[in-house]
């Protein structure tokens, strides 16, 4: 998830100043292996981490707290009491947005655009604020492997400890200095500049700088989740864990894919969601889900079932769903057998994970938020397969060419 078109699915992007690609890519996940889990890494890498609050599990007495990503912006935050509404008042203990990966200036999160967030954290002391946060700007642009591993490089030496320390006393001027902060989310695929795939131990090094760096303003009270997708993608995620001392949670992005997986599959798949869940526990970390939904399955409510039961079972600390199609429940209207199983599974939930009470005069979401305009080119499941997914034009490059 975040900013721009996905390659790993059409999800929702941040509209950012200067030319846009007129044609974007947007990708399935790449075969699975059946490679061996890798043993844990011994040791992290890096410099002495100031030590961390403790990551706890679920407050006593509560089900895990749950929320969903519904927009970017302070639209967000005010569809949250919507969606509650339509959940016959559950309550979303968790808000979820994303820092726009285009560059430095924003990856340093601009006050403006964390205010409404942060206001809606302190409303309640039992509310947690998750934060994905890129880890180098022109972070979806296609920036080659080559120049990845350079980068990498830089930041493991520090070049960018600047931009994180601006981050970081942000958030506690805020009065969020609690916040959850999943830097370089999904690094194991393809997708973005912030990927490890390109020098592994470089990408650990620098998880370790940004961490170093964010834990030494004073007032912090951060939490840092290492969030890989589902699955092998381009590289096993257990080769990019930066070390024990410098994550607090243990996360991954799970969506209902490739076409034809089954759910018990999506648990049993080599470094899937028993071994995420396995890697956790041997490292003493709870478990979340920054992302999760429906996608090449369509509207697959045995999908939304299982999952809603494997999380109650799992205990994560969090999970947001991703609203917005073909991901959603609430804002996408092509899913309406899974959004009613979300829907009865968790209406009226707020302190204990009892069976849910219906709801009477649901509210519906008006001016859902959609993915970027473009229009997909349908070229058949084989060709898309080796291509990587679909090729997607855009209607709306010309303003990004304007602005710039």
Request: charged share 25%; net charge negative; hydrophobic share 35%.
């Amino acid at each position: 998830m975040g900013p721009g078109l996905r390659r790993r699915g059409a999800r929702l992007s941040f509209l950012v100043a200067g030319a846009m690609s007129a044609v974007t890519l947007t990708a399935a996940s790449p075969a699975r292996t059946t490679d061996a889990l890798p043993p844990p890494p011994v040791s992290s890498v890096g410099p002495v981490i100031p030590a961390a609050p403790p990551a706890p599990g679920p407050p006593t007495g509560k089900a895990p707290a749950f929320g969903a990503y519904l927009d970017y912006g302070p639209r967000g935050v005010e569809r949250m009491g919507e969606l509650s509404e339509w959940l016959g008042g559950a309550e979303l203990r968790v808000g979820h947005t994303y820092l726009p990966g285009d560059r430095w200036s924003n990856i340093e999160g601009a006050p403006r655009f964390l205010e409404a967030w942060a206001a809606w954290r302190k409303e309640k002391d039992d509310r947690l604020f998750v934060l994905n946060v890129p880890m180098l700007e022109r972070n979806e642009e296609g920036v080659s492997d080559r120049e990845v591993a350079g980068l990498l490089r830089q930041g493991a030496a520090g070049r960018f400890d600047r931009h994180f320390r601006v981050l970081a006393e942000r958030l506690v001027d805020l009065g969020v200095p609690d916040t959850v902060i999943v830097p370089g989310w999904e690094m194991n695929g393809t997708t973005y500049t912030h990927r490890c795939g390109p020098d592994p131990e470089s990408w650990k090094k620098y998880w370790n700088r940004i961490v170093t760096t964010m834990r030494s303003v004073a007032g912090q009270e951060f939490r840092f989740d290492f969030t890989p997708s589902r699955g092998r993608d381009a590289v096993p995620w257990t080769r990019c864990y930066p070390g024990d001392d410098v994550v607090d949670i243990i996360g991954m992005d799970s969506y209902d894919q490739p076409r034809g997986m089954s759910f018990d599959e999506q648990v049993a798949e080599p470094y899937g969601l028993q071994d995420h869940v396995d890697f956790a526990a041997a490292h003493k970390k709870p478990i979340s889900y920054p992302e999760w939904g429906l996608f090449r399955n369509g509207d697959n409510e045995e999908y939304m079932r299982r999952m809603l039961q494997w999380m109650d079972e799992k205990k994560p600390l969090y999970n947001t769903v991703t609203d917005y199609c073909p991901h959603g429940v609430w804002q996408c209207k092509e899913n309406p057998g899974a959004s009613a199983v979300y829907r009865d599974l968790l209406s009226g939930r707020d302190s204990t994970p009892t069976v849910p009470t219906v709801p009477t005069e649901p509210t519906e979401p008006t001016d859902p938020v959609r993915p970027p305009e473009c229009s997909p080119l349908d070229l058949g499941d084989w060709v898309e397969y080796w291509l990587g997914g679909k090729l997607c034009v855009r209607l709306d490059w010309w303003q990004g060419a304007r602005r710039g």
